[in-house]
C-alpha cells in the first residue's frame, strides 16, 4: 500500500513508512486523490405572500330614452263627382299622398249606366313625436382588495 498522499503541492508520508518504502514510492508515479467534492442542489418551493380578493357588484341606474315615434293619421274628405261611366267602375289612384277610391251605384235611365256618385279621398300625414320613457341599466363594477400573508386565511374584511 502507498504511504504518501498528494494533497496539491504537498506530499504527505506517514512517519511509520521505511526507507524501503520510500525508495519504491519515489519510482512509482504519486496518486491524487481529492478530498472534497461540493454539489449543489436547486430546488422551488410555493411561498403565499398575499391573495387579492375580486368583488363584483351590480348597480342599477335609471337612464332616460329619447325614442322616435311614428304616428299615420288619415283625413278622409268625400268629395261629390256625379259623373256617368261606362261599364266597370273605374280603378283605385293614386294622386301624391292621397288614394283615391270611386264609389258606384246604379241609377235607372232609360237605359241603365253607372254614374260615380262620390269619391273618397283619404290623405295620410305623417306625425312623429318622441316619447321619452325611463330604462333601466345595469353596470358591474370590481372591486380588487388586496390580502396580506398574515390575513391569508380569509379573516381579512
Sequence with gaps: MDQTRDFGNESYQRPNSSPQDRANQETQQSITIPVIEERVQVGK????????????MVT???VPVNIPLTQEEHDIQRVPVNEYVDSPP????YEGDTM?????QEVMVVQKRLMVVEELHI???RVQTND???V????EEIRVERISADHADGSAS
Aim: net charge positive.
Design 132 to 134: 321619452v320613457q325611463q
Design 136 to 139: 333601466s341599466l345595469r353596470k
Design 100 to 104: 283615391i277610391i270611386p264609389i258606384v
Design 45 to 56: 418551493q410555493v411561498v403565499e405572500k398575499g391573495a387579492v380578493r375580486l368583488v363584483k
Design 90 to 93: 273605374p280603378p283605385i289612384r
Design 123 to 125: 290623405t295620410k300625414n
Design 60 to 62: 342599477e341606474q335609471e
